[in-house]
């Protein structure tokens, strides 16, 4: 199965499904906006990383969970 937008490969990043991917990436975001001290810029910078990763993947649902983390997080400071 192909996973195409227009002319553009979803990249899946080692799974079979990009949405797979997507989903893995949602589940590591968490993870990246804890670090405290000397590492909140190695943080920041992991979290961008895998925003673009993730945009990469074109999946929507993906995009809307971590929309809704990142407001869950910016919520709870």
């Known amino acids: 199965m192909d996973f195409v937008v227009g002319d553009v490969v979803r990249q899946g990043f080692g799974f079979a499904n990009p949405n797979h991917a997507a989903a893995a990436i949602c589940a590591l975001f968490p993870f990246c906006c804890g670090w405290r001290g000397k590492g909140r810029w190695a943080g920041r910078l992991v979290g961008v990383t895998l925003c673009v990763m993730l945009a990469m993947t074109y999946s ?18």
């Open 60 to 77: 929507r649902t993906g995009m809307a969970v971590l929309a809704m983390e990142a407001a869950v997080l910016w919520w709870r400071g």
